[in-house]
């Protein structure tokens, strides 16, 4: 039976084009790589005429030897020299590639058995799912003439206009932060970062709460805190019934209700949540993609947090872990088409400082995340501090056999001023936004629908 999974006279073809014209491999080098070529002969070949392409360098016998070194093999060049080359270089190119993946199929599904036998039947399945994801979803570099760029932002804008909206992305809920980022857009690396504590995980569910109230999707990964958990704080924010009295069940009958039905409204939305423990960025591909595939409604993805995802083909410190991490995440939103929400804590010695307002190099493990995300956002209540002391003070003053009015220090207030602070923004203003911040509904909520005329950057000279 013939072999349909390779073809030496394709390959020799392609290679005499480029050699016989060395300007028709600025067509081929967005299709091919060197692995593409079964023949590791051919492949070699290809490889050098790539290394002298980049060099500006003739791509002839004498150069190609010299750039092969000790891989120099007479007969396959001969070989390649004896073709005429005289062929539609792309269509050959692209007859190839469809060869290249038709054996890289037969190689997943040849180690199918074994990923099943090695592997949980839910982690076989995702990786199987990805490794056929990174195959049909492998692209040409996105290189786009005026035309088509000056067209797609054209439809773009009169499709804002016909909407009447005007967010390029989908809203955020908060009319004042959609004011300022044009919502949360397709493609876009989002971060929201806070010390513990701060409340970036209610932040973020709220931004959860409103999309699916507008009727959209989104897939929640958890790796702080299970399902449950995460719900407990979402019929909080729904229903503004107390947090603590959800958790403890002191409810009566109709609170019962209330909860009944916000459980109703929910469930019947498109809220999917993935709480292991356990997660990489390959995971969240596979799964974010079987979703999509699934359902077209799913509009926004949220991470909680980069810090907990783990990734095994990364290894050194964890700041390296992070950077790439970071950078795998930014590559997929684009690559899917949807805005992803990471969470990240902040390092711990901005606590030290006087002013403790977070700004971009407080950045916990990876200036990386700075650099890759579109979108960077601080949630900060300085009460928080304030109340930290408090509590110091009290415990300090116990040890010491004092007496003290905890009142007199710090009193508490359920609902709290915060600021979100837009630390980054690749399309538009930098500022802090006020909020109030309600700890016993998981709520937070815009104060004033200003922005303050003031840089991130420059707000450790306040206070």
Same mark, same amino acid.
């Given at each position: 039976?013939?072999?349909?999974?390779?073809?030496?006279?394709?390959?020799?073809?392609?290679?005499?084009?480029?050699?016989?014209?060395?300007?028709?491999?600025?067509?081929?080098?967005?299709?091919?790589?060197?692995?593409?070529?079964?023949?590791?002969?051919?492949?070699?070949?290809?490889?050098?005429?790539?290394?002298?392409?980049?060099?500006?360098?003739? %791509? &002839?016998?004498?150069?190609? *030897?010299?750039? =092969? @070194?000790?891989?120099? #093999? +007479?007969? $396959? !060049?001969? /070989?390649?020299?004896?073709?005429?080359?005289? %062929? &539609?270089?792309?269509?050959? *190119?692209?007859? =190839? @590639?469809?060869?290249? #993946? +038709?054996? $890289? !199929?037969? /190689?997943?599904?040849?180690?199918?058995?074994?990923?099943?036998?090695?592997?949980?039947?839910?982690?076989?399945?995702?990786?199987?799912?990805?490794?056929?994801?990174?195959?049909?979803?492998?692209?040409?570099?996105?290189?786009?003439?005026?035309?088509?760029?000056?067209?797609?932002?054209?439809?773009?804008?009169?499709?804002?206009?016909?909407?009447?909206?005007?967010?390029?992305?989908?809203?955020?809920?908060?009319?004042?932060?959609?004011?300022?980022?044009?919502?949360?857009?397709?493609?876009?690396?989002?971060?929201?970062?806070?010390?513990?504590?701060?409340?970036?995980?209610?932040?973020?569910?709220?931004?959860?709460?409103?999309?699916?109230?507008?009727?959209?999707?989104?897939?929640?990964?958890?790796?702080?805190?299970?399902?449950?958990?995460?719900?407990?704080?979402?019929?909080?924010?729904?229903?503004?019934?107390?947090?603590?009295?959800?958790?403890?069940?002191?409810?009566?009958?109709?609170?019962?209700?209330?909860?009944?039905?916000?459980?109703?409204?929910?469930?019947?939305?498109?809220?999917?949540?993935?709480?292991?423990?356990?997660?990489?960025?390959?995971?969240?591909?596979?799964?974010?993609?079987?979703?999509?595939?699934?359902?077209?409604?799913?509009?926004?993805?949220?991470?909680?947090?980069?810090?907990?995802?783990?990734?095994?083909?990364?290894?050194?410190?964890?700041?390296?872990?992070?950077?790439?991490?970071?950078?795998?995440?930014?590559?997929?939103?684009?690559?899917?088409?949807?805005?992803?929400?990471?969470?990240?804590?902040?390092?711990?010695?901005?606590?030290?400082?006087?002013?403790?307002?977070?700004?971009?190099?407080?950045?916990?493990?990876?200036?990386?995340?700075?650099?890759?995300?579109?979108?960077?956002?601080?949630?900060?209540?300085?009460?928080?501090?304030?109340?930290?002391?408090?509590?110091?003070?009290?415990?300090?003053?116990?040890?010491?056999?004092?007496?003290?009015?905890?009142?007199?220090?710090?009193?508490?207030?359920?609902?709290?001023?915060?600021?979100?602070?837009?630390?980054?923004?690749?399309?538009?203003?930098?500022?802090?936004?006020?909020?109030?911040?309600?700890?016993?509904?998981?709520?937070?909520?815009?104060?004033?629908?200003?922005?303050?005329?003031?840089?991130?950057?420059?707000?450790?000279?306040?206070?």
């Amino acid at each position: 039976m013939q072999d349909n999974t390779y073809s030496y006279d394709i390959e020799i073809s392609i290679l005499a084009s480029v050699f016989y014209n060395n300007d028709t491999l600025s067509d081929l080098a967005d299709i091919l790589r060197p692995e593409d070529f079964y023949f590791r002969q051919n492949g070699d070949i290809f490889w050098a005429m790539l290394a002298l392409f980049n060099k500006q360098n003739p %791509i &002839d016998e004498i150069f190609l *030897a010299s750039e =092969l @070194k000790e891989k120099f #093999n +007479k007969e $396959a !060049l001969d /070989a390649v020299l004896a073709s005429s080359g005289m %062929i &539609d270089a792309q269509k050959y *190119a692209l007859m =190839l @590639k469809e060869l290249s #993946n +038709k054996r $890289a !199929l037969l /190689a997943i599904a040849s180690s199918v058995p074994q990923t099943i036998n090695e592997l949980a039947i839910k982690d076989a399945i995702d990786k199987i799912s990805a490794d056929i994801f990174n195959l049909t979803n492998e692209k040409q570099a996105g290189l786009k003439d005026a035309k088509e760029a000056t067209s797609q932002a054209l439809e773009t804008i009169k499709r804002l206009k016909e909407e009447g909206r005007g967010l390029i992305g989908i809203s955020s809920g908060f009319t004042e932060l959609d004011d300022k980022i044009q919502g949360l857009k397709n493609g876009d690396f989002i971060i929201i970062a806070a010390r513990p504590g701060m409340g970036k995980t209610t932040f973020a569910l709220n931004i959860v709460e409103r999309v699916l109230k507008s009727k959209q999707g989104v897939i929640f990964f958890s790796l702080e805190m299970p399902a449950v958990q995460l719900m407990f704080r979402l019929f909080s924010s729904y229903t503004s019934i107390n947090l603590g009295d959800i958790m403890k069940a002191n409810l009566n009958d109709d609170n019962l209700e209330t909860l009944s039905q916000t459980a109703d409204e929910i469930a019947n939305s498109d809220l999917y949540i993935y709480d292991s423990g356990n997660l990489t960025v390959h995971m969240v591909r596979a799964q974010l993609r079987r979703l999509l595939q699934k359902n077209a409604n799913i509009k926004l993805c949220v991470i909680d947090y980069i810090g907990l995802m783990t990734n095994s083909s990364s290894f050194g410190e964890r700041h390296l872990q992070i950077a790439d991490i970071s950078r795998q995440l930014k590559l997929l939103a684009r690559e899917l088409q949807i805005p992803i929400i990471a969470l990240s804590q902040l390092n711990r010695s901005l606590e030290s400082r006087a002013n403790k307002r977070p700004m971009l190099s407080d950045l916990r493990e990876s200036g990386a995340i700075e650099q890759d995300a579109d979108i960077i956002i601080f949630v900060y209540r300085k009460d928080f501090y304030k109340e930290q002391e408090a509590k110091e003070q009290i415990a300090k003053a116990k040890l010491e056999g004092k007496s003290i009015n905890s009142e007199d220090i710090f009193k508490a207030e359920e609902v709290e001023d915060a600021e979100i602070i837009i630390g980054k923004n690749r399309n538009g203003p930098t500022g802090v936004l006020d909020f109030t911040f309600d700890k016993t509904k998981s709520r937070f909520l815009a104060k004033i629908p200003e922005i303050k005329a003031v840089q991130t950057q420059s707000l450790a000279d306040e206070d």
